[in-house]
């Protein structure tokens, strides 16, 4: 009995997880643009990305937001962890999660080919979802990670300015 009870408790989360999910990728498709960017770096175009949230307009800390990122090249996910240690360093991030945070994008980015579209979900509590492709990819719970994550684009210290600025819609 007490084997039954605990499946089903898991089979209840599981659900609730599901559909929490698609609650976000619900969600993030009713968002409207607040600025678009692209990167280049010397002759490669890496990627556009777009920022969105429910106004179309971008204020710190309000919550939901939705950042997309639309690859321009094949990137190794091995990459993209390195360069994501390599922002948050230039931002000066040191959160007690960090390592956590980078091993869960570990687990769960896979390697990107051009065209692919990688999206961060920040809802309403500070939960983050990924999606690739629109396909949830996975979550990240700590209400600390998403603003660290998004703060790589969007910090007024971000080592990609005029970037930050096209993205917030102010170029």
Do not use: C
Not at 69 to 84: K, Q
């Amino acid at each position: 009995m007490k084997g039954l009870m605990r499946v089903t408790r898991i089979l209840a989360l599981a659900m609730a997880a599901v559909a929490l999910m698609f609650a976000l990728q619900a969600n993030a498709q009713m968002m409207n643009v607040v600025g678009e960017a692209k990167l280049k770096v010397m002759f490669w175009d890496v990627y556009y990305s777009r920022l969105y949230s429910p106004s179309g307009r971008y204020v710190d800390g309000q919550r939901p937001i939705k950042l997309e990122i639309e690859y321009l090249m094949d990137i190794d996910a091995e990459d993209l962890i390195s360069r994501t240690k390599e922002e948050w360093k230039h931002l000066g991030v040191n959160h007690p999660n960090q390592v956590l945070w980078l091993q869960t994008l570990e687990m769960m980015w896979p390697d990107i080919t051009e065209n692919d579209r990688l999206a961060i979900v920040i809802d309403d509590a500070g939960h983050s979802l990924f999606l690739l492709n629109n396909t949830p990819i996975g979550r990240v719970e700590d209400p600390d990670f998403g603003q660290h994550f998004v703060d790589i684009w969007l910090s007024p210290n971000t080592s990609r300015p005029q970037l930050r600025l096209a993205l917030l819609g102010a170029e």
